[in-house]
């Protein structure tokens, strides 16, 4: 951190930078508010103390969304949108229990280490010394003690280490890097296996099944229906090849582990024309390739192999890891009857969920929506290779 950075956060943090905080924290600073408020604060303070503590007032008005006690902690605008969120965190924190050193290379703003800190002996290290000072101290506000080194993680030193987790960066300061690339790149992550024993490396959800050795294993992250990210475990934390968790909004984690169907082949799960009921995976599951493995547990079956709706005349059971529709109606696709199809099930507002076919779905939704009294979810998809639609209610 150049001398100048260190100033301006150290006042910042300082009793003059907390008091203006505090007094940001509880403001109106919505619009012409704002600009009244800062013309205020500016007679009072120096007008660089004052856009500091604006600035980070606002980051942590949207860094509410990711962390329980970000009122308190540090952001720079790139930290926060990279930062894991705090449910997310402390999921994949529960991986290193019973382990006592642990290293978080590419620590960030500390999104990961204030879930790792608290009960481990942890090492952060990152080659930004601004994200390393806000580490340090959004991991003492989630009442962890850390180490920081500044270094770039490819000279950090791993001797003694139990356990390691890195998040490498997808982008750079001019924007997101290619799909697949990060720095530092998989292929380094993964040989961090050979070093330190039990890995975890942060992947973006799109991560391919083949990018990642047989004997690892890939969980893909959801926040309620919201598919937020990858980790690749190495072999010492795997549990199974893939894993699908749907977590909710208090960090009630749900799991489907198993081995991820073959691309189109033959699952051992039988195809069938849509039923009464239609189910919806989560996109954690989706992508996790355990499609079929959720419709052993629901008793359900496929439309389509290379479609991921599952379907089923009973009504499933619950679960975490689908959205379950009552299906209305269904029949090949035949978009210039759908209107009267609505009339006649008196539907109104409509959404629409697309598989297997091309379609602008909010153009569709807004064209179809009618006077009808029900809200329905039109399914554009394909069952035996056909063009199909569906008209589904929630049950
Ligand atoms: C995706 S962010 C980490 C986010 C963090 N896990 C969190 O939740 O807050 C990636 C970080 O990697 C750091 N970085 C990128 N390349 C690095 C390298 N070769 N050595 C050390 N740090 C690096 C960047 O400075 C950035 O802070």
């Not at 008005?61 to 402390?90: C, H, N, P, Y």
């Not at 500390?110 to 002996?121: E, K, Q, T, V, Y």
């Not at 998040?167 to 750079?172: C, I, M, S, V």
């Not at 989560?282 to 992508?287: G, K």
């Amino acid at each position: 951190m150049d001398r100048e950075d260190t100033r301006r956060l150290e006042r910042l943090a300082g009793p003059e930078g907390t008091a203006l905080l505090e007094r940001l924290a509880g403001a109106d600073r919505s619009g012409a508010a704002a600009l009244r408020l800062g013309t205020a604060l500016r007679r009072e303070h120096d007008a660089e103390l004052v856009a500091d503590a604006m600035a980070l007032a606002e980051l942590r008005d949207r860094a509410v969304a990711k962390f329980t006690r970000a009122r308190e902690m540090w952001f720079t605008r790139d930290g926060l949108e990279q930062a894991s969120s705090e449910v997310i965190a402390r999921h994949r924190a529960a991986r290193y229990a019973g382990r006592t050193r642990l290293t978080d290379l590419c620590c960030g703003i500390g999104g990961d280490l204030l879930a790792l800190a608290p009960g481990h002996d942890v090492t952060a290290v990152d080659l930004d010394p601004v994200h390393l000072w806000m580490a340090a101290r959004n991991a003492a506000v989630h009442g962890g003690r850390v180490r920081t080194v500044r270094a770039d993680v490819r000279d950090a030193d791993l001797s003694g280490v139990d356990g390691v987790f890195v998040d490498p960066a997808r982008r750079t300061a001019g924007g997101r890097m290619r799909t697949g690339d990060s720095e530092p790149p998989l292929g380094w992550c993964l040989e961090l296996a050979g070093r330190a024993g039990a890995v975890g490396i942060k992947a973006a959800p799109g991560i391919g099944h083949d990018t990642v050795p047989g004997d690892w294993e890939i969980e893909f992250l959801a926040l309620g229906r919201d598919l937020k990210e990858a980790v690749a475990w190495s072999p010492a934390l795997a549990t199974a090849r893939t894993r699908a968790t749907v977590l909710d909004a208090g960090g009630t984690a749900q799991e489907l582990a198993g081995t991820p169907d073959p691309d189109g082949g033959d699952t051992g799960i039988p195809l069938t024309a849509p039923g009464r009921w239609l189910l919806d995976p989560n996109p954690a599951v989706t992508r996790a390739g355990l499609v079929s493995e959720l419709a052993r547990r629901t008793g359900t079956t496929r439309i389509d192999p290379h479609i991921a709706f599952l379907t089923g005349d009973e009504e499933p059971p619950p679960t975490p890891f689908a959205r379950v529709l009552r299906v209305l109606d269904s029949r090949p696709w035949d978009q210039k009857r759908l209107p009267r199809l609505l009339r006649e099930l008196d539907v109104g507002a409509v959404d629409v969920r697309r598989r297997g076919l091309a379609g602008d779905v909010d153009a569709l939704a807004r064209k179809l929506r009618g006077r009808g009294s029900r809200r329905a979810t039109v399914v554009m998809t394909r069952v035996d290779d056909r063009p199909w639609g569906l008209v589904c209610t929630d049950p």
